[in-house]
């Protein structure tokens, strides 16, 4: 199956660049229905499988939205905003142990100052977009959290995950914000599709 996941996400980032579009409508919603199939094939059914499932299938909702030729960007953001909620939950209901404040802290920082430089391009989205980066950090501080009071596989695989999922955010936004540039969407997708089937992972390994 990850053979498959694998061949699916380089197809994907290939037909971005050289086509056909009917092979990159195709295989990115598909990439991550494979990533859900194999986390309920493999995974041992849980409250953090179920909600990791759960942020999976926005995020599917969210790849379609974003992917239409017309512009649908606020209903994809919408999508992986609760798709964040789901996966930060999942990562907040493994802790065991106090709260790093500073860690919470940095987060938020990182949070304020990214929206902050892209304030000014932002227009009419700025709304959506302040809850989005308050969504997306909070899921990096739950998967940090998770890592620091556990130093489980499981918790490895999501901070990576996490950190990986901002780099994807961060450089879809500096692209539609700031100005597109040619690498863009190959590390946008193959950040975003290594940091989902990093949450996989961590259903697996639990």
Request: proline share 3%; hydrophobic share 65%.
């Amino acid at each position: 199956m990850w053979l498959c996941i694998i061949f699916l996400a380089v197809l994907h980032i290939t037909a971005a660049y050289l086509g056909p579009r009917w092979l990159y409508y195709f295989s990115k919603p598909l990439t991550v229905m494979l990533m859900v199939i194999q986390c309920v094939w493999s995974g041992a059914p849980s409250f953090y499988y179920w909600a990791i499932v759960l942020g999976l299938c926005f995020s599917i909702i969210g790849d379609i939205y974003l992917m239409l030729p017309a512009d649908r960007f606020l209903a994809g953001l919408m999508s992986f905003f609760l798709a964040h909620i789901a996966f930060t939950v999942a990562f907040a209901s493994q802790w065991q142990g106090t709260i790093s404040w500073w860690l919470l802290a940095l987060c938020l920082a990182i949070g304020i100052v990214v929206f902050l430089l892209f304030l000014p391009s932002l227009a009419p989205l700025q709304t959506p977009v302040a809850f989005y980066i308050l969504i997306i950090m909070a899921m990096t501080f739950a998967a940090g959290q998770y890592w620091l009071l556990s130093h489980s596989q499981a918790a490895l695989f999501t901070i990576v995950g996490a950190i990986l999922f901002v780099l994807s955010d961060l450089t879809l936004a500096v692209n539609r914000f700031k100005g597109e540039f040619g690498a863009a969407t190959a590390i946008i997708m193959s950040t975003y599709f290594i940091a989902q089937g990093l949450f996989v992972g961590s259903v697996l390994v639990l």
